[in-house]
C-alpha cells in the first residue's frame, strides 16, 4: 500500500511542478505563436461553421426540403469538412514548427551547457528530451493552446444561439459543463493514473524481462530455466492485472460518457416537447437544440479530453524545462598563449554532492611529458576535467601561463589544450572528417597521411575500401580498438596543440595494440606539454613527472626514481602493473 | 501476399496449445450484435420524436430512455470484455514466449543483449492479440454492416443503393491511399532515423565536441538536422490530416446523399422528415461500421509485422534440456580434440588440442579474443564445435544430457553474475535449498564474511537488478560463493576475481583453490599470480593451444 501512496504523492508535486514547467516551456521554448494564432483563428472559423452547419440542418430535420434549402445545408457541409481539414492541417503545421523550434533550443543549450550540471550526465535523457519529449509535449501545449479555446468558443456560442430560443435551453448545456469539469479533474485524473502505472509495469516487466535475457549464460548454467519461467509469468501477470484494470477504468469512462450524451438527449426532448405544446417554441428551433446538444457534448468532451491529457504531459514537459534552466559555462574573454605551464592549487571539487579531489596541487611543466597514475576511482580523469576547463573547481584556481583559466575564453583556451577522453573515439562519417574533426584550416592529403604514417596506421586505412573517404560506422565501431586510438592521435597531430591531456590512451587495447599506440604517442607529441592518466608501465616510466593520486589527493610528485625510492604505494602500483603486462604475453 | 498467409498459418499454429478465452470473445460479439439492433430501436424512436416535433408521449420517453440505456450498456459491455479477452490472449503468449526464451540457443540470442527479444514481449504480444480481437470486431462489424443495410434497404431502397455505391470507391481510395502512406513513411522512417543517429552520438560525446571547440558548427549543423527532421515530420502530419480528412469525407458524402435524395421524396410526400433523420442516423452508423472496418484492416496489417516477429522467435530451436545420457558414468578429464569453432564465418578456434586433466587446476592463458571464454562456453554447450570433440572422460559432451552436463559444471560468468531479488535467491539460483548454515560455511571458508556481515538484512538483503548496489568486487563474491556451494565436480572461472581489490583477491583465490583441491577448475587467468596458483597453465594464441604445461613454463616463455 505503502509505495502506492508515494507514487501518487509524487504525482501530486508533479502536477503542481507540471504546470510552472508548462509555463516556463510557453515563455522559453520559441513556440510558433504566429502559426498557432492562425490554427486558432481557423479553429474557431471551423466552430462557427459548425454552428451554421447544424442550424442549416435543423432546417431540414424540421421538415423544409426547398431546393435553397438543401443547397444552403449542401454548401454548408461542404465548407463544414474543409474548415475541420483544415484545423487539423494547421494544428499540425503548428505543431512541427514548433517542435523544430524547441528542438533547436535545447540544442543551443546542449551545446554549452555546464558539464558538471546534473542534466549534462544523464545523456539518455537528453536524447529522449530532444526527440521524443519534444515532440509529445509540444503535441498537448499547441493542441490545448488551439483546441480548448476553440472548443469553449463553440460551447459559448451555441449557449448564445439557445439562449436566443429559449433561455430554458440553457439548463442542458450547464448541466453539462459540470459533467466535463468532473471529468477533466478526476476521472480522466483516474485513468491517467491507472495507465501511468501500466507504464510502470511495463517497465518492470521489461527490465526483469532484459536482465534476465542478459543473464541467460548464468540461468543456464544453473539450471535455473523453471524458476525464471515461474517469475516471468508472475511478472507479467501482475501486468496483466493492471492492463485488466485499465480495461475497466476505460469502460466507465465511456459509459459516463455515453449515459450523459443519452441524458442531454432526453433533455432535449423533455424540455422542448413541454415548450412545443405550450406553443413557446418553433418546430425548426426545437430541432436546431435537438441537434446542437450532441455537438455541445462533443465539443466538451474533447476539451476536458485535451486537458487531461495536458496534466499528463507533465513528465514531458518537466524534464524539457529542466534541461532549459541547467546554467550554460561561462569563460572569460583574455586570450590564451600557445603553450605554458599549468598549475592547480588548493583545488578541491566536489561532483554529485561527492566530494572527489581534496586540496590538490600539481604543476605540469611546459615541454614535458607527465603521467598521472593512481587506482580506478581516485579523481585521476576529474583533473583531467578541470584541466580542459570542463569541470570548475569549488575552491583553489587553476593557472595557465601565470592566468587563472577562468579569464580566458573558452574557445581560445580549448584550442591550446586538447583533450582526448578515454574511448571518445570519433564521430561516424569520413575517415579524413573524422581526422579534421574541430580544425578549423585547409588540410592538404599530404599532411593527413604524414601523420597517419607517424601513428603507423596509414597502411590500414589506405587498405580500406575509399582510402580517406572510407566511412567510420557509429561509435567507430568499424575500426579495431587501436586503429581508433591511433587515429584519434593523428588528429591530435593535425590540430597541433601545445598541451594535449589523454585520458587512458591504451585501456581497452590488446597487448599488441597498447604497444603501438604508446609508441605512436611518444613520436607524435615529441616537445609538447603532454599529460597522460594511464596505467601502462611503459608510458609511467618514460614519463618526466609522474604525479600519483591516490582517494582524491596528491600523494607524490617527481620522477620515476624518486617516487620509486620514496612513494610506497607508487611502488606497490608498479609491480602491479608488471604484472599485468608480464601475463599478457608478447 | 502469399508468403504472408503462410506466416499467419504458422503464427496461429502457435495458439494451439494456448487457451483461447472463447466464452468471453462470443458473449463481447453477442453483446455487440445486440448493441446493433438497439441503434436502430434509437433511430426508429428518434425519428418518431422529430417527426411529432417534440410533441411525444411519456410512453415513447420510458422506450428511448431504455433503450438508450441498453446502447450504454451494450458498448460498455462489448468494451470491457473484448478488453478482458484481448488480455488474456496477451498475458498467455506472453508466457509462451517467456517459457521459449528459455530455452532459446546461444546462437539465437549472443547478439541481442536482450533488447529486441525484449520487445518481443513486452510489445509485440499487444499486436498479436488485436489479431485477434480485430478480427472478431471485423466480423462483428460486417455483421453490423448487413443489419444496417438490411434496415435501409427496408425504409428506402434508392438511397441505400447510392450510399452503398460509395463502398467500393472508400475501399479503393482507402487502400490505394494506405500504401502510398506506408512506401512514404518507409522512406522518411530511414532518414529520420539518420537524423537522430546524429543527435545520439553527439549528445553522447559533448565532451568530444567541447574539446574540439565545434560548438558553433555542430549548433548549425543540428539546426539543419532539425530542419530535415521538421520537414519529414509535417509531411507525415499531413498524411495524417489527409487520412481523416478522408475518413470523414464518406459519412459527409452519404449524409449529403441521404438529405439530396431523402428531400425530394420528403417533397413528393413519399417520406417524412423523421424517417429522413433516422435514415440518416443508420446511413452514419453504417458508415463509421464500414470505416471502422477499414481502419480494422489496416491495423491487421500492422500487426502482421509483429505476428512475423512473434513467429520467428516461437520456430527457433530449442535447447532439449534431458535428451541424453546421465552423468555420474562419466569420469575423468575433459579432452578437446581438433576443436574448431567461429560465431560467424570467421574461425577463432583453429583445431584446437587440448586437455584439461582431472582434479587439477588448470590456467588459461591468452591475449583478448584469443577464444578463452569461448571454450568455456563449448564447455558448457552453449555452442557445438564447428568440427572436431570434446570428451569429458569416455563420454562425449553431445553424448551428454544438458541438465547432467551443466549441473555437474559451476560457472562464474565476466559479467551480469548477479540477478534481481534477495542474496539467498541469488545464491539459490537454479532451484536450490542452500540453509544459512551452509552460506555461512562457504563464505567464511571463503575469507568473505565481512562483506554478508555488512549488508543490512544479510542474505535477505535485496539485490537490484545486475547487483547495481553492490561494486564489482562484490558482484564476483556473489558469483563465487554459489559456485562453490555447490560444491562442483567442474569449476569455470572467466577471470572471476578481476574486480576484487588485490589484497581480497589474494585471499581469496588462494582460499578458492585450496577448496577446490579435488575439482577440477579451469580459470582464465588475468595476472602472473592466478598462474603461479595452478597446477597447469595453457596459452592460447591464434586459436590454437601454443603451450601446455607447468606454469613455471608460461612464465619462461614470456621472458622471465
Known sequence: MSPNKSNIKKEREGSAGSFRSFLYLLRHGKLAWWLIILGEAVSLGAGSVALQFTNRMSDLVAGDFSMPTLYRFIWMTALYAVFTGLSNVMMTVAMTKSVQRLRTVLWDRMMHMKLSSKAAKKASEMVSAINADATLSMQYIIMSLIGIPAAVYFVVMAAVQAAQMSTRFLIPIFCLVPVYILYALFVGRWNQRTNHTVRVRIGGLTGFLSERLRSLDLLKAYGAEEEEKRRGAETAEKLYKENVRLRVINTVTTVYILLFDSVSVVMAILFGSSMIRTGTLRPTEWANFFLLLPMVNNMLRSASGMWVNVCGGVGFTSRIAELLKTPEEAGGTKEAPDCGTLLAEHVSFSYDGKEVLYDISLSIPEGKTTAIVGRSGSGKTTILNLLEGFYQPDSGRILYAGTDISEYSLSSYRRRIAYVQQDSGMFSGTIREALLYGIDRQVSDEEIIAALEKVQVYEDIAAFPGGLDARVAIWGGSLSGGQKQKLVIAREILRGTGTILLDEPTASLDISARKAVFFAVREAFRGKTLVTVTHELQMIRDADVIIMVDQGRVLAQGSHEELMEHCSAYRELVLECAYEEEVEGR | ?560
Not at chain 2, 146 to 164: D, M
Not at chain 2, 186 to 193: A, D, I, P, R, T
Open chain 2, 1 to 560: 501476399m502469399k508468403k504472408k498467409e503462410a506466416g499467419l498459418v504458422a503464427f496461429l499454429r502457435n495458439f494451439r496449445d494456448i487457451r483461447l478465452p472463447w466464452a468471453i470473445l462470443i458473449i463481447s460479439v453477442a453483446l455487440s450484435i445486440g448493441n446493433y439492433f438497439v441503434t436502430l430501436r434509437v433511430a426508429e424512436l428518434t425519428s418518431d420524436v422529430v417527426d411529432k416535433s417534440g410533441n411525444i408521449v411519456s410512453g415513447d420517453l420510458m422506450a428511448y430512455i431504455l433503450s438508450a440505456l441498453a446502447m450504454v450498456l451494450c458498448t460498455g459491455g462489448t468494451f470491457l470484455l473484448s478488453g478482458v479477452a484481448a488480455e488474456k490472449i496477451n498475458l498467455s503468449l506472453r508466457k509462451k514466449l517467456w517459457n521459449k526464451m528459455m530455452h532459446l540457443r546461444r546462437t539465437s540470442y549472443e547478439a541481442d543483449q536482450g533488447e529486441s527479444l525484449v520487445s518481443r514481449i513486452t510489445v509485440d504480444c499487444d499486436f498479436a492479440s488485436t489479431l485477434f480481437t480485430t478480427a472478431i470486431e471485423m466480423l462483428s462489424g460486417a455483421l453490423g454492416i448487413g443489419i444496417y443495410y438490411y434496415e435501409l434497404f427496408t425504409k428506402n431502397a434508392k438511397i441505400s443503393v447510392l450510399t452503398l455505391l460509395l463502398l467500393p470507391a472508400s475501399v479503393l481510395i482507402a487502400f490505394l491511399y494506405g500504401r502510398l502512406r506506408y512506401r512514404i513513411s518507409e522512406k522518411n522512417q530511414q532518414k529520420l532515423s539518420e537524423a537522430s543517429g546524429y543527435l545520439i552520438e553527439r549528445i553522447y560525446n559533448l565532451k568530444l565536441v567541447r574539446a574540439s571547440n565545434m560548438q558553433e558548427e555542430e549548433r548549425k549543423k543540428g539546426y539543419e538536422k532539425f530542419g530535415e527532421q521538421y520537414r519529414l515530420e509535417l509531411q507525415r502530419g499531413l498524411l495524417d490530416s489527409l487520412d481523416s480528412f478522408i475518413n470523414a469525407a464518406f459519412p459527409v458524402i452519404s449524409m449529403i446523399i441521404v438529405f439530396l435524395v431523402g428531400g425530394k421524396l420528403v417533397n413528393q410526400g413519399l417520406m417524412t422528415a423523421g424517417a429522413v433523420y433516422a435514415f440518416y442516423l443508420v446511413a452514419n452508423n453504417a458508415s463509421t461500421a464500414f470505416s471502422n472496418l477499414i481502419h480494422d484492416f489496416g491495423g491487421i496489417k500492422e500487426s502482421f509485422g509483429a505476428l512475423e516477429r512473434v513467429t520467428g522467435t516461437l520456430q527457433e530451436a530449442e535447447e532439449q534440456l534431458l535428451d541424453g545420457k546421465e552423468a555420474d558414468e562419466c569420469e575423468g578429464g575433459i579432452r578437446l580434440s581438433e576443436v574448431s569453432f567461429g560465431y560467424s564465418e570467421k574461425e577463432i578456434l583453429h583445431g584446437l588440442e587440448m586437455e584439461i586433466p582431472e582434479n587439477e587446476i588448470t590456467a588459461l592463458c591468452g591475449g583478448n579474443g584469443a577464444g578463452k571464454s569461448t571454450l568455456f562456453r563449448l564447455m558448457l554447450r552453449f555452442y557445438e564445435p564447428k568440427s572436431g570433440e570434446i570428451r569429458e572422460g569416455a563420454l562425449r559432451l553431445s553424448e551428454l544430457s544438458l541438465r547432467a552436463l551443466r549441473s555437474g559444471i559451476a560457472y562464474i560468468p565476466q559479467d551480469h553474475m548477479v540477478l534481481g531479488g534477495t542474496l539467498r535467491e541469488n545464491l539459490n539460483l537454479g532451484g536450490q535449498h542452500f540453509t544459512d548454515e551452509d552460506f555461512d560455511r562457504v563464505f567464511s571458508e571463503l575469507g568473505l564474511m565481512d562483506f554478508v556481515d555488512g549488508l543490512p538484512e544479510r542474505y535477505d538483503t535485496e539485490l537490484l537488478p545486475d547487483g547495481a548496489n553492490l561494486s564489482g568486487g562484490q558482484k564476483q563474491m556473489v558469483g563465487l560463493a554459489r559456485a562453490v556451494l555447490r560444491n562442483p565436480k567442474i569449476l569455470l572461472l572467466d577471470e572471476a576475481t578481476c574486480s576484487l581489490d588485490k589484497k581480497t583477491e589474494n585471499a581469496v583465490s588462494t582460499a578458492l583453490l585450496r577448496g577446490m583441491q579435488n575439482r577440477t577448475v579451469v580459470l582464465i587467468a588475468h595476472d602472473l599470480r592466478m598462474i603461479r596458483l595452478a597446477d597447469r597453465a595453457v596459452l592460447i594464441r591464434d586459436g590454437s593451444v601454443c603451450y601446455e604445461g607447468a606454469p613455471e613454463g608460461i612464465e619462461k616463455l614470456l621472458g622471465f
